[in-house]
């Protein structure tokens, strides 16, 4: 089993930035890909950016690109995302998420990772 667990979150003022962090414990031969989702009070979890593991092949959402850079460090087994411009749409639980290769899926899919963090607060204010 894969933990995950995720921090830097925060408040920041409208065109801050942030940057998440996200550690885990996990077996990089046996992981396929991690990513970044975000769910808004209401709303349902949404994709913000994913990454290949092995590759390092990086997949966004539309609406990050350009201001959210994901990033990872294979020796440190840690995910980042580096988050700039922020908005106050940008306000959400953000979620680290990780798949093994037996998982098949989009990396943009929820439904494709197998293993999630408990999730980091982050508040925009306008």
Do not use: H
């Amino acid at each position: 089993q894969v933990q995950l667990v995720e921090s830097g979150g925060g408040l920041v003022q409208a065109g801050g930035s942030l940057r998440l962090s996200c550690v885990a414990s996990m077996r990089s031969s046996t992981t396929a890909r991690l990513g970044w989702f975000r769910q808004a009070p209401g709303k349902e979890r949404e994709f913000v950016a994913g990454i290949y593991w092995s590759s390092g092949t990086t997949y966004y959402a539309d609406f990050v690109k350009g201001r959210f850079t994901i990033s990872r460090d294979n020796a440190k087994n840690t995910l980042y995302l580096q988050m700039n411009s922020l908005s106050p749409e940008d306000t959400a639980v953000y979620y680290c998420a990780a798949a093994d290769r037996s998982v098949l899926g989009s990396i943009r899919s929820s439904s494709a990772y197998d293993n999630w963090g408990q999730g980091t607060q982050v508040t925009v204010s306008s």
